[in-house]
């Protein structure tokens, strides 16, 4: 992988078409999950520049804060809590519009408005999460959605 991030101009599509591709690279090249992380929380922050974007590993009945880029957070949240446990528990993407009006939401910033959180894959069970806060409403979508499910989909291997 090259070691500096191209990030394309234009819309979220041509940004997220451009940074999978080097995000295929770096998981071709790089057979640890950490290492893989941290590189990919990387660019997808600096191709967006979202709040908060970083990863909690399933360890047991908690997920626990792994890379990320951002503030610091809380770095325990257990099963069925917050935005990122529930899409454990609820195996799917959570895409939270207002995040005070989901129940349970867990403030690690008070300047998070909106969140997606994704469940990564490996051999059908959830390893970890994907967490993406930002400081403004509403910014995810199902375009967001569809191309964080398939860039975490390349940990199921
Ligand atoms: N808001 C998350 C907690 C993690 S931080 O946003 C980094 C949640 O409700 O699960």
Excluded at 82 to 88: E, H, N
Aim: contains cysteine; proline residues 2%.
């Amino acid at each position: 992988m090259a070691e500096e991030l191209i990030v394309a101009q234009g819309g979220k599509t041509e940004k997220y078409e451009v940074l999978y591709r080097q995000i295929v690279a770096l998981v071709e090249g790089e057979s640890d999950d950490i290492a893989c992380m941290a590189n990919m929380a990387a660019m997808i922050h600096s191709t967006f520049h979202f709040w908060w974007t970083g990863f909690y590993r399933v360890v047991g009945e908690e997920l626990v804060l792994s890379p990320f880029q951002g503030d610091l957070a809380c770095s325990r949240i257990k099963y069925g809590r917050g935005v990122c446990g529930t899409a454990w528990k609820m195996q799917a993407t959570q895409v939270v519009e207002d995040v005070e009006q989901f129940p349970g939401h867990i403030a690690c910033s008070s300047l998070s408005r909106s969140e997606i959180v994704v469940p990564v894959w490996r051999g059908g069970e959830i390893m970890a999460v994907l967490d993406i806060d930002s400081e403004h409403l509403a910014t995810f979508d199902e375009v967001d959605k569809l191309w964080l499910e398939r860039i975490v989909k390349l940990f199921d291997r």
